[in-house]
């Protein structure tokens, strides 16, 4: 049977009705038509369906969309501002991070979650925080000097949200 | 500072801000409105005869729209090589593997069409199954396929020069056999596709394939629809790695159920799928016997191959022939005899993963090099220089080195790693490695018998003027194909980046083989440039009877025209188009002459602006049977050092430090060559430590997930240098050649030679599990302590 | 990958949570994080018909500082037990645990409950937690009762939790001034791996002679559950810590434990692990009482 639940999604508030088995991933995609954030695995594997739960980067394919009631989330759209791509956005298209882009949002926003509470962060700090993210393209070396890079804009003062 | 203005340089890629911001569409991320859901059944067997297929009970559930099987289909058979076309899109009498096609469905919605799927019953006779190559290959065993007796999906044997009269004159001769394991690409996104079939009868199927020409000719062979109401588009695509490069049944059932319902019909693998479909790299047992005089120069190599191939040919008889091909170089050897075996079992068929069918050989060989050098009291880097090929060598095997910046790679890497102050210095446990590679960049010929160009590139200019662009069905499926393109026409046109838009991997736009054997770069960069000139040329020669200018006394660069001699008076052609152009607020207006203003009126002179270009190989080397595998244009040569330390009590491996340099002739884009040669690392350092598709004693697979199926994450790959070694390909457009597969090369050996180096003891086995490193050193202590 | 359907609650309280689990048996499955839980239903391994998230239970995601015990909540994060100050001062052991477990991503959704509810033998949560003697509290309708963790596991999967109660939290014992604990785990790769094997030891030392008071080892992935290596305690109790007492408690934890080969790792390699896992992770311990 369906369920209302209350979400807020970039943003913004949602009211919708949902089946308990609906995951978040799902909503997302679905429902919201948020198609950034992607399904590589839909078992916690690759963390593709990243996005950020009550401020914790989390999988969204293991989370059901009904858990999420009463939250706040933000998803790879939801990290643009009127003055353009997050610091780690630009940072990743900059540093050519990206290849085939499946696991990018992903990554940008385990980035993200990291920066957040450290914007200053050593090459381990960064590959510990993004190590649920699978990338087969990189090898991830751009990756994490994507993110050290953006890290020094943050303490520009130019990032955050 | 280049000479040129647009490549050979660090811009971003045209599709990167699309990726980061979530706005770049994926397969899954296209829906059409009454779409259906396709799911697929799949044998739970191995080996088994094919009684009955009950469908209906499925076809009662609500919600189901179609169901098919081989009675609805026909049983065309279709493959990758027309020589072993061996599949048919569903079993009729029999199925050879645990995941063999059986019947689609399509349904409103993924749970009905799932729930519909179970409902089909299927009788089997169980029959006995062979999972390896040995029991593929013994007396009496079950076949899978009648038409092709034994088991083998394909044979080769050939001898260059006369290897056993090598071996006489040899002072050293060394044998050594080595085996990998079944991998999986892994790439992050599972195939999908959605096919729509509408009311003038024609089909167009949206796919994350790596090949839209190759899927758009097996979809219309098997489904009997002309070519040309066959369109195969690709969206995005999450990776492919060589297993994306042919048509899959997933794509051909999605297809039949749109022509049967009038629907678009999606259809996605699940992660476990993709593990099922497999197609990638094979297990190849090889043994090799190479032998070598006393000051390092390199006479003969014996090779021998089994490759574990599952139920179907795919890629297989390229995979087999490659195997063996690719160990001509970069060495200068004169005697090289091959015999390979591949050989079909009740396992999902393998096929072309990057690297195709060298990099097991190449680990092969380069570990034997080094245990020959060390045998020889040489320098692993001094055994490799002494025999190392030129720009212009023809290996033994009629492979053309057009241009090889070989040593200048070995030079870097050493210098790079400080391999003199580290080698044999290391204490216990520490280890540093190194090994060569090189690979074709585009293979010689089609994958089908043919004629026909590669590529083919449209660029149009824009009728209102200075936009440029471009149309290929080429294939970017990550590395960065399109931007190297774009970069390729502007420049060839004159123009900036910005001025350029590219569109491709649509077969209404023309033919391209696609993304495989490393061949974009090369090939459809030559169509690419070679439109992009007519396109100019075109503007010129309007431009010259306008203003009375020959046309090779003009050019374009930078977005303006640019004149040679004297400037002449273009004031009129610029009124005329200002006066086009009323009330725009960027009308030129002191500059000199530019492109916008010149294609604008070339566009008023001639209608549009249309440039086209192609491209074939030249004539390529080798007359013998086989020789179309391995055949190039060019090819691109890496070398590599990797940096070791073992935890000797347990057998733990941590890769430190990766230094690598290849050769990809002139480098379109910087970032992206870096781009392709890391992520070739870490497959490579995947292959060679953690992965293996493991099966249970029915054929199935035990790790199906990316739990334990385990590649790299960030925390086991190391810090990775790279060096873009820059030679001039005369083949290759403004001298560009390969980097996507052939970086991969070198690293499995590096890694072994490292290891070697840091525990003493020689590994013939992957992936080099904790377990297998310290059992290996215990077994050798023991057998110290017994001798 | 679809989800089977099934029911949803969401109680607000532990009796409410109970009421349910009385009521609809073993149809339904508490849902803590649901890392091991909805990988399980997309796999079809379990098929409940009713899922009670336990999202709402407030007392049961606290971390408190008792006088004499630590108690964790059994819906407290693995990504808590990392950030939290009194975890990291107190049950260090517990942490490196925490830090072994998955991603960063599973870390923010797993719970410690659902860590130990799940069984399996190689997870990296019940080694630490053995060592440091925990308790875990198990609620149903009829009131709370604690059972020893060392007690609690019955075999992969298996557990003495009744089909009507929830685990609510565990309870330990704050280590003395002169004790140690560590942990350590090996698998293939670096991170989000099941173990090949895993373990953990404690250490108390008699101030006045130096000599092991107390001493408790324990082992994942080499048995049906986590164990406690007891001749390697045997071999260690009432000892002087040294590199050769180690070596013998690593040897004689060998015997403690009765591995199997499956398609991650051999029994053999998993029993001489043992004896190198022991003694380094009782360095370890040492190493934190010497600090
Ligand atoms: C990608 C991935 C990587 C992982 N890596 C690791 C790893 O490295 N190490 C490791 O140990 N584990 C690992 N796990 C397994 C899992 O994440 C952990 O065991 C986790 O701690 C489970 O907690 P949870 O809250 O998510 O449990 P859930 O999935 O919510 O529950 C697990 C089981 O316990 C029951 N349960 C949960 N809480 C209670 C309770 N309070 N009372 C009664 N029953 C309860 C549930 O009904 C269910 O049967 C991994 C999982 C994934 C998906
Ligand atoms: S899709 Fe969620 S982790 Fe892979
Ligand atoms: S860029 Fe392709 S998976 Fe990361």
């Known amino acids: 049977m369906k369920r209302i639940i209350h979400i807020r999604v970039n943003e913004q508030e949602y009211e919708l009705a949902v089946e308990p088995n609906l995951t978040l991933a799902d909503l997302l995609r679905d429902e919201l038509g948020l198609t950034g954030t992607k399904k590589g695995c839909e078992m916690g594997d690759c963390g593709s369906c990243t996005v950020i739960l009550d401020g914790r980067n989390v999988n969204s394919c293991l989370i059901l969309a009904i858990q999420a009631n009463g939250s706040s989330v933000q998803t790879i759209e939801g990290l643009e501002t009127e003055a353009g791509l997050h610091p780690l956005q630009q940072a990743f298209v900059e540093k050519g991070a990206i290849q085939c882009g499946f696991c990018s949002s992903g990554m940008i926003l385990s980035g993200k979650t990291l920066l957040d509470s450290n914007p200053n962060p050593g090459e381990q700090e960064i590959r510990e925080a993004i190590s649920g993210n699978l990338c087969r393209c990189t090898g991830y070396q751009k990756i994490v000097e994507a993110v050290a890079d953006a890290g020094s804009d943050y303490q520009k003062g130019q990032g955050g949200e | ?787 | 990958m679809l989800l089977p359907k099934f029911e949803y609650d969401e109680p607000r309280s532990i009796e409410e949570a109970c009421e349910t689990l009385r009521t609809f048996g073993e149809t339904v499955k508490p849902l803590a994080g649901g890392t091991d839980l909805m990988v399980n239903m997309k796999k079809g391994v379990v098929r409940p018909s009713r899922v009670l998230s336990l999202k709402k239970l407030k007392t049961c995601n606290r971390i408190e500082k008792l006088d004499a015990t630590i108690r964790i909540g059994a819906c407290t994060l693995v990504a808590e037990l990392i950030q939290n100050q009194v975890i990291a001062d107190t049950l260090p052991a517990l942490q490196a645990g925490a830090k072994a477990l998955g991603s960063p991503l599973i870390r923010n959704l797993a719970t410690i409950g659902g860590n130990i509810c799940s069984a399996r033998p190689a997870a990296d949560l019940p080694p630490a937690l053995l060592v440091y003697g925990a308790r875990v509290v198990l609620h149903s309708q009829q009131g709370p009762r604690t059972v020893l963790l060392k007690d609690f596991f019955k075999g992969p999967g298996q557990t003495v939790l009744r089909g009507d109660e929830l685990l609510t939290a565990i309870e330990l014992d704050r280590p003395p001034a002169n004790s140690g604990a560590g942990y350590l785990n090996l698998g293939i790769r670096k991170v989000q791996d099941i173990d090949i094997i895993n373990g953990a030891a404690y250490l108390a030392l008699n101030p006045r002679d130096g000599t092991i008071e107390k001493v408790r080892v324990a082992l994942g992935a080499v048995a049906p559950t986590p164990i406690r290596a007891s001749l390697a305690e045997q071999a260690l109790q009432g000892q002087k810590p040294s590199q050769d007492l180690f070596v013998q408690a690593g040897q004689a934890a060998q015997q403690d434990c009765t591995p199997i080969t499956d398609f991650r790792g051999g029994a053999a390699y998993r029993k001489a692990m043992t004896s190198v896992l022991v003694r380094r992770v009782l360095e370890t311990a040492l190493k934190q009482i010497e600090k």
């Not at chain 2, 009997?224 to 369109?231: E, F, I, Q, S, T």
């Not at chain 2, 043994?287 to 120069?297: I, L």
């Not at chain 2, 190392?388 to 095997?397: E, K």
């Not at chain 2, 030079?411 to 102050?421: I, L, M, N, P």
Request: charged share 25%; hydrophobic share 40%; with cysteine.
């Open chain 2, 1 to 787: 500072m280049s000479e040129y203005d647009v490549i050979n340089s660090r811009l971003s890629r045209l599709d990167t801000p699309d990726k980061a911001t979530g706005r770049a569409l994926f397969i899954d991320d296209i829906s059409f409105s009454n779409m259906l859901y396709g799911a697929i059944l799949q044998s739970p067997l191995p080996h088994a005869g094919i009684i009955n297929i009950d469908t209906s009970a499925a076809e009662k559930l609500p919600g189901v729209k179609a169901v098919i099987t081989a009675k609805d289909v026909g049983t065309v058979k279709y493959g990758v090589s027309p020589a072993r076309y061996d599949e048919t899109l569903f079993c009729q009498d029999k199925v050879r593997y645990v995941g063999d096609e059986i019947a689609a469905v399509a349904a409103v919605d993924q749970a009905t069409a799932q729930e519909a799927v179970s409902l089909i019953k299927v009788d089997y006779e169980e029959l006995p199954a062979v999972l390896s190559v040995e029991e593929a290959l013994a007396e009496g065993a079950p076949q899978l396929h009648a038409e092709y007796p034994g088991n083998y999906t394909a044979q080769v044997h050939q001898e260059f020069g006369d290897v056993k009269a090598g071996f006489e004159i040899c002072d050293l001769i060394k044998s050594s056999t080595f085996v990998n394991k079944r991998q999986d690409a892994a790439f992050i996104e599972p195939p999908g596709c959605v096919a729509v079939f509408d009311l003038h009868g024609a089909l167009t199927l949206y796919s994350s394939t790596q090949v839209p020409h190759y899927v758009q000719r097996t979809v219309a062979m098997v489904t009997g629809l002309p070519v040309g109401k066959v369109r195969v588009l690709k969206p995005y695509v999450g990776g492919g790695f060589g297993i994306k490069a042919s048509a899959n049944a997933n794509e051909l059932a999605a297809c039949f159920l749109s022509m049967k319902t009038g629907r678009p019909v999606k259809m996605n693998l699940s992660r476990e799928q993709v593990f099922k479909l497999c197609r990638a790299r094979h297990q190849f047992l090889h043994k090799m016997t190479t032998g070598v005089k006393k000051d390092g120069t390199l006479v003969s190599l014996e090779h021998e191959c089994y490759l574990d191939g599952g139920a179907y040919s795919s890629f297989g008889i390229a995979t087999v022939y490659y195997a063996g091909s690719l160990l001509g170089g970069p060495y200068k050897l004169q005697n090289m005899k091959y015999d390979g075996y591949r050989v079909y079992n009740n396992k999902p068929p393998c096929g072309a993963q990057r690297g195709h069918g060298g990099v097991a050989a190449r680990a092969a060989w380069e570990q034997q090099l080094d245990m020959i050098a060390e045998e020889l009291g040489m320098d692993p880097f001094d055994l490799r220089l002494k025999n190392m090929m030129q720009a212009g060598d023809v290996t033994c095997n009629d492979l053309n080195m057009s241009s090889l910046g070989m040593e200048e790679c070995l030079q870097t890497v050493q210098d790079g790693s400080e391999w003199k102050k580290k080698k044999g210095r290391l204490p216990k446990g520490k280890g540093i490695g190194m090994a060569c590679g090189f690979f074709v960049s585009g293979a010689g010929y089609p994958i089908y018998r043919s004629d026909t160009y590669h590529c083919t590139a449209i660029v149009k200019l824009a009728e209102d003027g200075g936009l440029a662009q471009v149309y290929t069905a080429s294939a970017e499926i990550g590395q960065g194909s399109d931007t190297a393109f774009g970069m390729i026409a502007a420049e060839a046109l004159g123009v900036p980046l910005s001025d350029v838009r590219v569109m491709s991997g649509d077969t209404d736009m023309g033919v391209d083989l696609g993304a495989y054997s490393s061949r974009q770069t090369l090939m459809t960069g030559h169509a690419v440039k070679e439109a992009a000139e007519d396109v100019k040329h075109q503007v010129l020669e309007v431009l010259s009877k306008e203003l009375s200018v020959p046309v090779q006394d003009m050019s374009i660069k930078k977005g303006r025209v640019v004149f040679h001699r004297q400037e002449p008076d273009f004031s009129e052609l610029r009124t005329r188009y200002i006066k086009e152009h009323r009330g725009w607020t960027d009308n030129p207006k002191d500059e000199p002459l530019t492109f916008r203003e010149a294609s604008r009126i070339a566009y008023l002179a001639r209608g549009s602006i249309v440039g086209t270009g192609k491209y074939k190989p030249h004539e390529l080397g080798g007359k013998y049977k086989g020789a179309a595998v391995g055949t190039s244009p060019a090819y691109g040569c890496s070398a590599q050092v990797v940096e070791v330390e073992v935890d000797l009590e347990t057998g733990q491996i941590r890769i430190e430090k990766m230094t690598d340099a290849h050769d990809c002739g002139l480098a379109i884009n910087k970032t992206s060559v870096e781009g392709q040669m890391e992520g070739s690392l870490s497959m490579g350092l995947g292959e060679a430590m953690f992965e293996e598709v493991k099966f249970d004693a029915r054929g199935r697979v035990i790790n199906a997930d990316l739990a334990e199926y385990k590649i790299p994450t960030a925390v086991d790959m190391p810090p990775i240098e790279t060096i873009v070694v820059e030679s001039n390909e005369p083949n290759g457009p403004f001298g560009a050649k390969e980097v996507g597969e052939g970086a991969i090369m070198p690293t499995i050996p590096a890694i072994l030679n490292a290891v070697y180096d840091a525990v003493g003891v020689r590994i013939f086995e992957l992936p080099l599990t904790p377990e297998r490193i310290y059992t290996a050193v215990q077994d050798y202590h023991e057998r110290q302590k017994a001798s």
